[in-house]
């Protein structure tokens, strides 16, 4: 099989790259252990994302995520997610998930999600059904094993069905 971008992982950060490498044209493959947003981080949250912006600033976000992540967070990944967190909330709403505010700084997605326990699961399901509108292709129930890869980068992956 041949594609030109390849996804490992179908929680929230595996479909939201998918989504926008296929909404810029790319044919995308997307390969998960499970059924794409199932038994991922994002779908077993609380369903209420923190997020800088409606007031709260980037410098809080960045603080409040170092403290909950107790120090060991790669800082220069929070540090792009803290100062992109709006932009890249604006772009989620623009591909139609359906959020609502309860206050500053937070999103919940509890309103669209069917499982208590699971409050993050209408998130994913709103971002695999966005996939499957723009012709992602889902491989499930493959673990992706080893990379492979030339000098200069990623070819192809081995995988366990």
Same mark, same amino acid.
């Given at each position: $099989? ?9 929680? *929230?950060?595996?479909?939201?790259? /998918?989504? /926008? /490498? %296929?909404?810029? *044209? %790319? +044919? &995308?493959?997307?390969?998960? =252990?499970?059924?794409?947003?199932? +038994?991922? /981080?994002?779908?077993?949250?609380? @369903? ?6 409606? @007031? &709260? ?9 170092? !403290?909950? @992540?107790?120090?060991? +967070?790669?800082?220069?990944?929070? =540090?792009?997610?803290?100062?992109? %967190?709006?932009?890249?909330?604006? =772009?989620? #709403?623009?591909?139609?998930? !359906? ?5 500053? @700084? ?11 326990? $699971?409050? *993050? ?13 723009? +012709? ?10 080893? #990379? ?14």
């Amino acid at each position: $099989m041949s594609t030109s971008v390849l996804i490992v992982g179908g929680g *929230g950060a595996g479909l939201s790259a /998918a989504i /926008a /490498a %296929a909404k810029e *044209g %790319a +044919n &995308v493959v997307l390969v998960s =252990k499970t059924k794409a947003g199932w +038994n991922t /981080a994002t779908a077993f949250s609380g @369903g209420i994302f923190s997020f800088a912006g409606g @007031g &709260v600033e980037p410098q809080e976000h960045f603080d409040k995520t170092l !403290e909950v @992540g107790r120090f060991v +967070n790669e800082r220069s990944l929070v =540090k792009t997610l803290t100062e992109h %967190a709006e932009e890249a909330l604006q =772009k989620i #709403l623009s591909w139609g998930v !359906e959020l609502t505010f309860p206050r500053p @700084g937070k999103a919940s997605v509890r309103r669209s999600s069917c499982h208590t326990l $699971m409050g *993050g699961e209408g998130f994913v399901a709103q971002f695999r059904q966005i996939a499957a509108e723009e +012709n992602v292709s889902f491989i499930e129930s493959s673990v992706v094993t080893e #990379l492979l890869h030339d000098d200069t980068r990623i070819i192809g992956v081995k995988a366990v069905d």
